[in-house]
């Protein structure tokens, strides 16, 4: 079945540097998704890709999908605290099942 | 708007027990489904529904069953409860393939 793998698992950063998650799925994806779980929340939308090659940016965050349509990454340039939580890409395979990949978890030092 | 709601926020149940975990939206979002998060395993799917009397199975579907007799609501029932479905779970609806809106969270502790 439909697998998507992210790493890395956990990074910690000094505040000011970036941070890079990357999301690989086992296939083609229709589209992927980021979200973004602060600490005893609940996920919160942060974009979505559709095309292949499509890079779209939020202010410091870039969000990357590979030209297969199997890859994807969110780059932070120069974290702030309030960056800290856990990152998750989500694919869907285009019927409606989007499955997440494990995430990665953000931890910011001041 | 209340967005996805979810009742209860903590539950405790002792092995064998039945519950119900309740999921509402009311933004009209065709799509709706359950997940469970567990340490270091991200969001896995449970069951999905793309609409009223529609509903298919996720990653993770054994031990769990859902219905959708309405558009606005997807409960989540657990049979008999194994300390393997201790979890947090989540219940999301979205209007299609796009943005996934989840409520606040089920905790469930099974003993």
């Known amino acids: 079945g439909q697998q998507v793998m992210q790493i890395p698992q956990y990074q910690h950063v000094q505040e000011g540097e970036d941070f890079t998650t990357y999301c690989n799925s086992s296939t083609t994806l229709s589209n992927i998704q980021w979200y973004k779980q602060r600490p005893g929340g609940h996920p919160v939308f942060l974009i979505q890709?559709?095309?292949?090659?499509e890079v779209k940016k939020q202010k410091r965050l870039t969000f990357q999908f590979g030209e297969a349509k199997k890859n994807s990454s969110l780059h932070i340039t120069a974290t702030q605290t309030t960056d800290v939580g856990t990152y998750f890409c989500?694919?869907?395979?285009?019927?409606?099942?989007?499955?997440f990949g494990a995430g990665t978890r953000l931890f910011v030092k001041a | 708007n209340a967005g996805v709601t979810q009742t209860p926020k903590f539950q405790v149940l002792k092995t064998g027990q039945s519950m119900t975990l309740q999921c509402a939206q009311d933004m009209n979002h065709e799509y709706m489904s359950w997940y469970r998060q567990d340490p270091g395993m991200g969001l896995r799917l449970i069951h999905y529904s793309v609409g009223a009397g529609i509903t298919d199975q996720g990653e993770v579907p054994n031990g769990y069953n859902v219905s959708r007799s309405t558009t606005e609501d997807f409960p989540l029932r657990l049979l008999s409860a194994a300390p393997s479905q201790t979890s947090v779970y989540f219940c999301?609806?979205?209007?299609?393939?796009?943005?996934?809106?989840f409520g606040e969270g089920s905790r469930l502790t099974v003993l």
């Open positions: 999301a609806s979205s209007r299609g393939t796009g943005e996934l809106f």
């Open positions: 989500a694919g869907n395979t285009g019927g409606f099942k989007t499955i």
């Open positions: 890709l559709v095309k292949s090659g």
